[in-house]
Antibody, heavy 122, light 106 residues
């Protein structure tokens, strides 16, 4: 069974940093690109970032470019999102999602975690 | 690419047919258009990809159609568990974008 479990969400002040983690099981993690997608409470979905299987290519939404960094540790079946200079508009549930196609960034999400809530507030 | 879904809310009864629309601001390359379903408090679930291909385990009452800039998700006979929010999403190239969602309510 494919499982993705996010953690690290909490309440944080504007301007501070936070690191999210996602541990996966049930598939060969190092064969697939991975993504972060977020959803502000009661709002729609927004793709945030993606990373290829070998970490060679990382992409970001314009709204987080230069502030967020995606990374992965294939030995630990883990995906990370380092979030710096947080803003109130970054408040959202953050989901990690598996790319359906394979190791390269295809942008199609076939399995999602349950999400972790980041709240940016003073 | 901006995706616009309509209607915002669709009120139907179990057993009825649902038709949800997704319009793109420009042509979606290779029909890289997906639909996902989200229930309250849950993660999204992939239903349709490639505009018309059902994901693994998705019942055949769900079907997708369309090309270019106009796409449709049809649920032939609504089951009680189908009442949820539906999003279209394009994966023709980053940034990958979602529509604002259609809420299907009883």
């Amino acid at each position: 069974e494919v499982q993705l479990v996010e953690s690290g969400g909490t309440v944080v002040q504007p301007g501070r940093s936070l690191r999210l983690s996602c541990v996966v099981s049930g598939f060969s993690f190092d064969d697939y690109a991975m993504h972060w997608v977020r959803q502000a409470p009661g709002k729609g979905l927004e793709w945030v970032s993606s990373i290829t299987w070998n970490s060679y290519s990382r992409r970001y939404a314009g709204s987080v470019e230069g502030r967020f960094t995606i990374s992965r540790d294939n030995a630990k079946n883990s995906l990370f999102l380092q979030m710096d200079s947080l803003r109130p508009e970054d408040t959202a549930f953050y989901y990690c999602a598996k790319d359906m196609r394979g190791g390269y960034d295809y942008g199609l999400f076939d399995f999602w975690g349950q999400g972790t809530l980041v709240s940016v507030s003073s | 690419i901006v995706l616009t879904q309509s209607p915002a809310t669709l009120s139907l009864s179990p057993g009825e047919r649902a038709t949800l629309s997704c319009r793109a601001s420009q042509s979606v390359s290779s029909n890289y258009l997906a639909w996902c379903q989200q229930k309250p408090g849950q993660a999204p679930r992939l239903l349709i990809y490639g505009a018309s291909r059902r994901a693994t385990g998705i019942p055949d009452r769900f079907s997708g159609s369309g090309s270019g800039t106009d796409f449709t998700l049809t649920i032939s006979r609504l089951e009680p568990e189908d009442f949820a929010v539906y999003y279209c999403q394009q994966y023709g190239g980053p940034p990958y974008t979602f529509g604002q969602g259609t809420k299907l309510e009883i």
